[in-house]
């Protein structure tokens, strides 16, 4: 098969390609800008003017279309429209962020809670759009392909919407790994490298379970749905199969990086503010992901442990600037003690 993946050297983009072509099948790149040593084809363009290279990729005669960085019903409305009749499937990623229980935690949904797990027929959130435009300001200067419309729950109607052209949805969760741009191990291994013999954790947030996924393992699954008939018209939560808490996903972090020190967990009031994330906490984010390993067969290709230890071996390489807004060590010993 001939495999086409917008957005192809970004963070996911590299394990899904390895993931198909260790199966044996073609992959073409779009991105925007050329790697430094191409093994494989590749189109250089800009994902927001994706109809100026119709001609170019419709040329190409597709098996199936991967898009890694769907934005917006618009995009995915544009991404339908080019490739209906010139590829045999579409599959997008969207994100667990379009359920209902999303909306809750950040207080754009009313009570009553959602009940977990989430599964793929979960309830969805009733209002679009649920990041402010400063959050999304703050996240275009991090991953330059989100446009002003981010939403995924657009995203995933246009794809499932052509009967003519079959889609596939694959909902993701917090990836992490070597090149997550959003450091998502730095608030605990940072403390943990700066000798800290204590981190403060604020009770709720120590509680908060959410989905989590290496993205090696998440470049397999991408793979595995692209390549499975059985996937299209359906839509698949990705994922680890068990959602840590946060407090028992530090421990993990704390036992790879051998930190011999303890966790505190205090009431809110006695923490500073900077370690009490914003919304409702008593909303869990605990996803079902049975149906990818059930219906398709897909099965993690990296352990947990070897996940946790290549992430942090990445993150003591490539530090994120520290905002000494959110390591104010004194005030955490103040809260101690």
């Known amino acids: 098969m001939r495999v086409l993946l917008i957005g192809g050297n970004g963070f996911i983009g590299p394990y899904v390609a390895s993931a198909l072509e260790r199966r044996g099948h073609e992959v073409v790149l779009f991105h925007r800008k050329r790697s430094a040593a191409a093994s494989r084809q590749e189109i250089v363009g800009d994902r927001r003017h994706l109809a100026e290279y119709a001609v170019e990729l419709r040329a190409l005669r597709l098996d199936v279309v991967i898009d890694l960085i769907l934005s917006s019903g618009t995009q995915a409305r544009a991404l339908m429209h080019l490739f209906s009749g010139h ?67 657009p995203v995933e109607r246009e794809i499932l919407g052509q009967p003519a052209l079959p889609g596939t949805v694959l909902r993701l969760p917090m990836v992490y790994g070597p090149g997550d741009r959003l450091h998502r191990f730095a608030p605990v291994l940072t403390r943990i490298d700066d000798r800290r013999p204590i981190i403060l954790f604020e009770e709720k947030h120590a509680a908060w379970r959410s989905p989590r996924g290496f993205v090696a393992n998440v470049g397999e699954a991408v793979a595995v749905a ?112």
């Open 226 to 337: 692209a390549l499975h008939e059985r996937a299209a018209h359906r839509i698949f939560n990705v994922g680890d199969a068990a959602c840590q808490t946060e407090l028992e996903w530090a421990r993990l972090i704390a036992r790879s990086a051998s930190w011999a020190g303890r966790f505190v967990v205090l009431p809110a009031p006695q923490v500073p503010s900077y370690l009490r994330p914003p919304g409702n906490l008593d909303q869990h984010w605990v996803v079902d992901t049975r149906r990818i390993r059930g219906e398709l067969g897909y099965a993690d290709a990296v352990s947990n442990d070897d996940a946790i230890a290549a992430t942090i071996e990445w993150e003591r390489r490539n530090r994120a600037p520290k905002d000494p807004a959110s390591f104010d060590y004194a005030a955490e010993d103040r809260a101690i003690t």
């Open 87 to 153: 590829t045999g499937r579409v599959v997008a990623l969207s994100s667990c962020d379009v359920y209902r229980a999303c909306g809750v935690l950040h207080g754009s949904e009313p009570l009553p809670l959602e009940s977990l797990p989430l599964t793929e027929s979960s309830p969805l959130r009733s209002t679009l759009q649920t990041y402010p435009p400063a959050q999304i300001k703050m996240l275009q200067q991090v991953f330059g392909w989100l446009d002003d419309e981010y939403d995924k729950i």
